[in-house]
Every structure is written in C-alpha cells, then in structure tokens.
C-alpha cells in the first residue's frame, strides 16, 4: 500500500496533467500538439525556505528557444502565457507538490532556453513577497530580472513530433532568498529542472512537532541534494525526483537531537523507499541540554556585487560520514549568517533497513565533538572553506568569520 501522502501526490500529478491538457493557467494551444508537433508542459514544485512562513512569486510565462544565444526580443519565441498571472506562494509546493504553469505545442527540435517570467510589484500590487516566520507582515521581494528578461534555466531538452515533454521547475526559496544592507530583500532565484517521474523517500515524524520547526534533508557526503518540511498534520514527508544512489536522510527540530538514516537505497527514477510509517513515526530524541547558535561573516574576496554565500554546520560520524545539521544563505551586505537551534548532544542514527520500523541509537563519538561542529561555507565561483571545531557546548558562539578566495 503508498504511503498516505504520496498516494495524494500522486493524484496531484495527474490532476495537474488533466489541467495542462486543459490549457488550464497556460497558453498556447488547448487541444494539444498540433499536426507534427509535439507538447511542452511545465509545472513548478520547491522545497522549503528557511526563516519564512510564505515566498510569493506571481508568475507571468514560461519562454522557450532553440537558439543559446537568443535575446528577449529576438524572434523564435515560444510562450505559456498565463492569463491572469497566477501569485502562487512556493512553500505550498513542498514534500512534490506541483503547480501545473500550463502546455503549449512546439515544433520538433533541441531548445536550449527555458526562461520564467514574474510579474512586477507596484503600488497596489505586491506581486513578489514573503512572509517571515512568526510575523504577519508581506515584505516586498526585488525581483528586477526576473521580471525583465526572465529567470534563465540551464536546462536543454529535445521535442519529438507527437511526444509529450513534461519540465518540472524546482524553486527552491531556501537559497533564493537574499537580505541587501538597506534592508530590503531581493530574490536570486535558484531553480533546477527535475523529472516528473515521481520517486523519492516517503516517511513520517511525529505529528507533535509541528511547529518545532522541522527540516528532512536527503544529503551525499554531508552535502543537501534535497529538502522538506513534513506535513504539519500528519507529519509525512516526500524527499521526491531523487537521482538513483544512496542517501542519508537527516532530520533536525527544536529541542532534540538531529536523527540521521545513513544509506537509504534509491534505486531508479521510480522507486519510492520508506524509512518510516504512519502507525510508527520517526520520534526524535529530546535534548537533555539546550541547543545553541553559531553566528559570524563570510567575506568574498574580491567582492561579488551580488553573490550569496551558504553556510553549513557539520559533523561526522564515527563511520566516517559526515552531515549537515544546519544549513542556511548569508544576508548581503554585510555577509553575516545565523545558524540556529544547533544541538548539543549526540546525533541519533540508524542504519536503513527494510524492515520498520528502523532503531536508532545515539552516536557518542563524532568530530569535532559532541556539541562542536565544523562550519563550512561556499559561494559560486570561490572555493569552499571551512573552520572548527566551534564548540556549543557551554554556550553560543558569535563572530565566526570566513573568507572565500576564488
């Protein structure tokens, strides 16, 4: 029997391809491809934002060309228009949620731009905005290129006459969210083209921590492929559209200790793997002592007028793994970061069985320490770096600063 929740999802894609043939929300043709032709159909998903309860984006169309090199007003365009523009607010598109942008017909043939295109904030109109978390006010979100020309999407793609090709747009607000020195916030968007074949890493955490903040990320060798927060009713969670291999699924909450699955099998475009059920969710342990913050700069040197920088609190298993406990974007100018909620007592991991529900125990020895951790930080075009131990284990440490060198 699926799992609850995708057992919904995949009921959502189908609904969200009956609407694309519809010519619902899109444009071009409604009835489909046309006499050799084939058809396009784009829909939009994301996984969850750090630090926002809503990122609105409107949408106005999705632009496709077969020329690398084509401009805005170049001829050679082909658009989904969406009439009226649709305000659609990504973290209701977490755990594979997709939001179908609508189908058009293309002719056969290797296109090699995918643009999408926002609708512009006025003054009666807040088109692009978020939400933070715990407040209730919309801040306007500066969205200049996206507007004008386009977010660009590096994504080829091939159209056979009478095929369908079906695009998935994966928004991920968590990185895509930037704080500028005069206090206003702009998006840079990051957006990956994934398959719409469903397949991933279903489970369940306990309903109660709703609220507590949740994070369920799929990572390879300490680094995030994928991220979700559960179901704030049921407490399930899709990690979808994963590539085959091995993942270690982490999950991480207020007040408990992060829990760690090392080794979960993904084993083609369409298996589903569970690590947790319904009637036996994932109950993380409960700290014994309180989690503690790790605050500090990233300098980029030279300077990017508008690069973002990530930074990540680590840790490795005595198995020699390591993993990301948290994960967040720096603000601009200046660079500072804030990685809160780190907790100070020893992970809990299971090794992924098929057999559920999976036994966790507590992993005592990791480096740098228990309640220490290794803070990496990155940014496109610099070379990683990372510094520790950074030790949390009397109290929160502000002021660790890192400089990115090309």
């Not at 913050?293 to 007028?305: E, N, Q, R």
């Not at 949390?392 to 400089?403: E, I, K, M, P, W």
Request: include cysteine; aromatic fraction near 4%; charged fraction near 10%.
């Amino acid at each position: 029997m699926k799992p609850t929740y995708l057992a919904a999802l995949l009921g959502a894609i189908a609904s969200a391809a009956l609407l694309a043939a519809c010519g619902g929300g899109g444009g071009g043709d409604s009835t489909g491809s046309t006499s050799g032709n084939g058809t396009l159909g784009v829909s939009l998903t994301d996984a969850p934002s750090c630090g926002y309860d809503a990122v609105n984006v409107t949408v106005t169309k999705v632009r496709v060309h077969q020329s690398a090199s084509a401009s805005d007003t170049d001829a050679g365009w082909t658009d989904i228009t969406l009439n009226p523009a649709r305000k659609i607010n990504l973290l209701s598109l977490s755990n594979g949620v997709l939001s179908a942008l609508g189908e058009t017909p293309l002719a056969p043939g290797h296109y090699t731009q995918l643009r999408l295109v926002l609708g512009a904030n006025s003054n009666n109109v807040m088109a692009n905005s978020v939400i933070r978390t715990g407040s209730t006010t919309e801040i306007a979100l500066d969205t200049p290129s996206a507007v004008q020309s386009g977010i660009k999407l590096g994504h080829a793609f091939d159209v056979v006459a009478g095929q369908r090709v079906d695009l998935v747009l994966d928004f991920d607000a968590c990185t895509s969210i930037v704080a500028r020195g005069n206090k206003t916030l702009a998006l840079k968007p990051v957006v990956k083209v994934v398959p719409t074949a469903v397949n991933g890493i279903d489970g369940f955490v306990n309903p109660a921590l709703a609220g507590s903040h949740v994070e369920v990320s799929a990572q390879q060798n300490g680094q995030i492929v994928a991220s979700t927060a559960p179901d704030a009713s049921t407490g399930e969670f899709f990690l979808s559209r994963l590539a085959p291999g091995s993942y270690d699924v982490v999950i991480t909450a207020d007040g408990k200790a992060a829990t760690v699955i090392a080794s979960v099998p993904v084993a083609s475009t369409t298996a589903t793997v569970a690590v947790s059920t319904k009637a036996a969710p994932i109950d993380p342990a409960s700290a014994a002592t309180p989690a503690r913050d790790i605050g500090g700069t990233v300098t980029l040197s030279p300077a990017g007028a508008s690069d973002t920088a990530y930074v990540a609190a680590q840790q490795t298993l005595a198995s020699g793994m390591p993993v990301t406990i948290r994960y967040r974007s720096t603000d601009l100018a200046p660079a500072t970061y804030a990685l809160t909620g780190l907790p100070t007592v020893p992970p809990q991991v299971a090794q992924y069985s098929a057999t559920l529900p999976l036994s966790f125990a507590a992993q005592p020895t990791v480096s740098p320490g228990v309640g220490k951790y290794a803070v990496q930080a990155s940014a496109s075009g610099y070379t990683a770096k990372s510094v520790g131990p950074v030790d949390l284990t009397s109290a929160s440490q502000s002021g660790v600063n890192l400089t990115l060198l090309p």
